[in-house]
């Protein structure tokens, strides 16, 4: 049986209009969990009636998990935060779309947020500035601009703003501080330690042929998060673009991904077993197969490394680091 789209609107004193929005559930049982998914500029809710097929072909094929995958219409909002304005995407979503879903919806406990283009930007600065409400967030091809400040940005990093959007936000009379507020980046750096802590796990992706050439945005990213020693997966996709026939390759991997959380791949107790006996033998003749490879190998390495890693520490700290200072 094929999945189903219903149609919604929702209404929030955050937001000056109701916003409407599409959930896609899958014909499999609940609960399952819970999928926000924001679009760019021209993504709409009716864009899940064209990813539909393709979410019911990688179901059936167990490439990607099941979950309820939930979509709002932004127009060419942006998904800004206003602190003092009309418009409040992050207060929308945290505090009005995401309860509604669990309320509505045959949900699981577990939330994630994935985004394309300028959703990509929305779901990072939502899930870096609340990092306990989702168990990660995924971003393809985002549309980011590197810097820390606004004054940091060049032309050659605001093609896209030929396309509209706030003023506020986008263009050249745009506040610097609402768009430094905004910012991924720096709320990574402002929430570092929250998003240590709640162990959100964090994917980045982009084409090196974008020709909004975004991918100078998730770099930069990528360097903020390695310098904050915040765990993170990055992939910079080979001839891709922003957008074209990569996307539903690209597409899959992202949600792929979210089953790699969920579902590990489970280790072979056997090969687990062998490789344990083998080393407790003192590496006693020839490997079992496969014995470099498990988890049993990787703690006995670890463990030889370990007074090598402590020493190193008292000369240079960053040792301690699962990122060196480049």
Same mark, same amino acid.
């Given at each position: ?170 263009? %050249?009379? =745009? !506040?610097?501080? @609402? ?7 720096? +709320?990574?750096?402002? #929430? /570092?330690? %929250?998003? =240590? !802590?709640?162990? @959100? ?7 090196? +042929?974008?020709?909004? #050439? /975004? ?112």
């Amino acid at each position: 049986m094929p999945s189903v789209v219903t149609l919604h609107d929702i209404s929030s004193q955050h937001l000056p209009a109701p916003i409407p929005y599409a959930v896609l559930t899958p014909s499999r049982e609940g609960p399952l969990p819970l999928c926000v998914l924001l679009l760019g500029a021209g993504g709409t809710r009716d864009s899940l009636f064209d990813l539909q097929p393709l979410f019911d072909r990688w179901w059936a094929d167990s490439f990607v998990p099941h979950m309820v995958i939930a979509t709002p219409t932004s127009g060419l909002d942006y998904y800004i935060e206003e602190p003092t304005g009309h418009t409040r995407w992050d207060s929308f979503l945290a505090g009005d779309f995401v309860p509604h879903l669990r309320s509505v919806c045959h949900v699981s406990d577990s939330a994630v947020i994935a985004g394309i283009s300028g959703g990509g930007y929305g779901a990072l600065k939502l899930a870096f500035t609340r990092p306990h409400l989702f168990a990660a967030v995924a971003a393809m091809q985002p549309m980011l601009e590197p810097g820390l400040r606004e004054s940091d940005v060049g032309a050659r990093n605001r093609l896209h703003h030929s396309a509209g959007g706030p003023p506020q936000l986008i263009g %050249p009379v =745009r !506040d610097a501080l @609402l768009w430094e507020s905004n910012n991924p980046a720096n +709320r990574a750096r402002a #929430n /570092a330690q %929250p998003i =240590r !802590d709640s162990g @959100l796990a964090i994917y980045l992706e982009a084409g090196d +042929r974008d020709f909004l #050439n /975004a991918h100078d945005g998730t770099e930069f990213l990528h360097r903020v998060l390695w310098d904050l020693d915040l765990s993170h997966e990055y992939h910079l996709v080979r001839g891709a673009d922003h957008g074209g026939p990569s996307m539903r390759h690209r597409l899959r991997a992202m949600f792929a991904w979210f089953g790699s959380l969920w579902n590990p791949a489970p280790l072979d107790a056997a090969a687990e077993h062998a490789a344990t006996v083998w080393l407790q033998s003192g590496m006693q003749g020839k490997p079992p197969a496969g014995a470099t490879t498990t988890n049993a190998f990787i703690r006995f390495l670890r463990a030889r490394f370990e007074p090598i890693r402590t020493q190193a520490t008292q000369s240079d700290p960053t040792t301690s680091r699962n990122f060196g200072r480049l």
